[in-house]
């Protein structure tokens, strides 16, 4: 089985990462990655403790052009962003961003996460979506949807984040038609977009996870329309760069994956490249 060597979502000291990015970027080069890309949590202007402040948004993007420069001819980086529905940032500033979603709006104005407090999205449940968990999941795969359709990112940021806290709460069964319909149908939508999902491991990296996102039966019929995927640890602390590729590779060989894609190791020639798993 080969190597990925590279993740394109990674979070470092701008955001809420463990790790600067020097030292991310350090750590990288010596397990021998071809490609790195930085992905901050794109600023917003509420849950500041998550994201890029905005007024230090300037002072990453230097950094990481800084951090380019420094591996130039030995390691390829790149300057991204994870930029959710909410954020406030402008795509166009960075080489390419995520698309994730990350919480709800709620009519006063105020957020909920998606995938942070379980008792906090419960509420949201009981006050907002009836009480019915699977109301809450459309909600989200049609927001979510709405803005991958219309923003065109490079990457599709941990499809099904619902399952999350749907593994604490219980909140709808993952194997029951109507959920697996409509995870599809948003994932069908997004197809069109030429997007690369990403088979994340950050769940499965910080425990919270059995498995990465997205769960297979959507990464097999991705397969099926003819789409590509990206393998990404969504780092967060050095020590897991490439936490869960194994596992993540041994999925996608299971599934009939013969080749993934990743930030391509010579950016002269592209920006992304396939490898073979
Ligand atoms: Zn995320
Ligand atoms: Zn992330």
């Not at 105020?110 to 109301?135: H, M, R, W």
Request: proline residues 3%; negative net charge; glycine residues 8%.
């Amino acid at each position: 089985m080969g190597k990925i060597l590279s993740s394109a979502h990674v979070h470092t000291t701008f955001c809420d990462g463990k790790t600067p990015a020097k030292e991310m970027a350090g750590k990288a080069y010596e397990m021998g990655f071809v490609s790195l890309g930085f992905t901050s949590h794109a600023a917003q202007t509420f849950d500041p403790g998550y994201c890029i402040e905005p007024s230090r948004e300037k002072e990453y993007i230097k950094e990481i052009r800084d951090i380019q420069k420094e591996y130039e001819g030995r390691m390829a980086v790149y300057l991204g962003i994870e930029r959710d529905l909410y954020s406030c940032s402008n795509p166009s500033d960075y080489e390419y961003f995520i698309a994730s979603v990350h919480y709800f709006e709620k009519p006063d104005g105020t957020y909920v996460g998606i995938d942070a407090d379980a008792s906090d999205l419960q509420k949201y449940v009981n006050e907002y979506c009836g009480g019915n968990g699977l109301e809450m999941a459309k909600r989200y795969y049609s927001l979510f949807t709405e803005y991958v359709t219309g923003s065109k990112p490079a990457i599709i940021g941990h499809f099904d984040l619902v399952r999350l806290n749907n593994s604490r709460l219980n909140l709808y069964d993952e194997d029951s038609k109507i959920y697996r319909d409509m995870a599809l149908e948003s994932l069908r939508a997004m197809s069109e977009t030429n997007a690369l999902l990403e088979v994340n491991t950050g769940g499965i990296a910080r425990g919270y996870m059995t498995s990465p996102y997205p769960d297979d039966f959507l990464l097999k019929e991705w397969k099926n329309w003819g789409c590509e995927v990206i393998v990404n640890s969504d780092c967060h602390n050095v020590k897991l760069l490439d936490a869960g590729f194994d596992e993540a590779l041994e999925i996608l060989l299971s599934l009939g994956y013969d080749h993934v894609v990743r930030l391509s190791s010579n950016p002269q020639k592209g920006m992304w490249e396939r490898i073979k798993i």
